[in-house]
């Protein structure tokens, strides 16, 4: 089963990684650039955990950056159903 956590929750953690000193890439509406996001960052969107996080950085390592949000679904275990809920969270610039 998969874990998506309530807007509250990923607020939370958003403040919990600034808290712990991560200086959290953002647009101006709140989104996370997934070419720039450290690990600490990427977990704040819904649906990413520590081991997709790790997933993405590696993706981003060997294959660049992302050239639009929807190539995210090339990172393993990130479908379309976890897509559709994380995509109002993520950009690119």
Same mark, same amino acid.
């Given at each position: 089963m998969i874990y998506f956590p309530t807007e509250e929750e990923a607020r939370e953690r958003k *403040?919990?990684? #600034?808290?712990? $000193? *991560? =200086?959290? +890439?953002? /647009?101006?509406d709140g989104r996370i650039d997934i070419n720039t996001a450290d690990a600490a960052q990427l977990v704040t969107i819904p649906g990413i955990g520590e081991t997709r996080a790790a997933a993405i950085l590696a993706y981003r390592e060997k294959n660049g950056p992302f050239a639009k949000v /929807?190539? @995210?679904? +090339?990172?393993? $275990? @990130?479908? =379309?159903?976890?897509? #559709?809920k994380m995509k109002d969270y993520i950009t690119i610039r």
């Open positions: *403040a919990s990684a #600034e808290a712990a $000193g *991560a =200086s959290v +890439q953002e /647009e101006s /929807e190539d @995210i679904m +090339q990172v393993s $275990g @990130i479908k =379309s159903t976890l897509f #559709e």
